[in-house]
């Protein structure tokens, strides 16, 4: 019996696979209402200030580019975020361990893409 309530109040606790999942940004994305900012990321904003170059010294949108390879990561897939407690910059927002499926989204897969 106590192992039944073990793992009930695990499932219970545990964090939530979540289906639907927007992203703002390259390093931020919204599921089941809550948003996230993504730990250990910091990419490019969408802010058309932030000038990005490559490496010829052309400038290119970076912000766009890191969004939209943070959304074709996680496109078509369930994604799960661990809440990791208010983010202490912008207090709207959770820090989130974020996985889907696939891949582990803070394990450099965004900044790789986003290039």
Do not use: Y
Request: charged residues 30%; hydrophobic residues 35%; proline residues 3%.
């Amino acid at each position: 019996m106590r192992g039944w309530i073990a793992g009930l109040v695990l499932i219970l606790t545990s964090p939530v696979w979540a289906a639907d999942c927007v992203v703002t940004d390259g390093d931020t994305l919204t599921c089941d209402g809550t948003k996230f900012r993504l730990h250990g990321i910091d990419a490019p904003e969408l802010n058309p200030n932030q000038i990005c170059l490559d490496e010829k010294g052309k400038e290119w949108k970076c912000g766009v580019a890191a969004r939209d390879a943070l959304a074709k990561l996680i496109a078509n897939r369930t994604v799960q975020c661990e809440d990791k407690g208010i983010d202490k910059v912008h207090r709207e927002r959770r820090i989130g361990i974020c996985l889907s499926r696939v891949k582990n989204l803070m394990n450099g897969s965004c900044e790789k893409a986003g290039r």
